[in-house]
């Protein structure tokens, strides 16, 4: 039935479905860096590090920032879209930034799963992973495509999103810079 259900639906539904399943997935896999156990050494060195970015991107402009946090992001996003080793590499990219929320979490001794459900109140959050499950989504399309022989006209619907992936992260990168420079965390 449920195979049935796929071949009935649009070609729209099936993408829509695919970055859902995506979207799921990368929250699962953050999620499982943020439940990783940290020692209070890797909390303190993650820690540091955020910090050290954070401090950093405070001394730019926000649109030095958002282009420093932009680069960052879309480096990234464009690796997802790679064929096969995107997702890993998005895999442990997510999973990483969850190990980061651990240890920010544990440094300010609160639990990392409400802090990183409450980034979700920002926007850029929403924004970054969009753009991420997106990027999952188009690489196993992709892969489909070249194995059913399709894989030419796949390829400019990729660059299609590979543009708005860009627009969304621009756009949450100039979120995200303007909140760092505007409202300082001590």
Sequence with gaps: M???FWAGSPS???RILTILACFLFSIIITTAGVLTPLSS???KTKGEELKQLQDSLKGMSVW?????IFENNFIICLIMFVPVAGPLYGSYVLYNTG??????????NVS??????LLFILPFTWFEFIAYST????SVWLVWRIIQRRGTRELAR???FIAICAGLLLLGALIEAYLIVSFPAS
């Design 135 to 138: 990027a999952l989504a188009s």
């Design 41 to 43: 050494e890797d909390s």
């Design 99 to 108: 190990l980061y929320v651990a240890g920010e979490s544990n440094m300010m």
């Design 12 to 14: 729209r539904m099936k």
């Design 158 to 160: 990729t660059g299609m």
């Design 64 to 68: 030095g920032g958002a282009a420093s």
């Design 112 to 117: 990392g799963i409400i802090v990183f459900f």
């Design 2 to 4: 449920a195979y049935g």
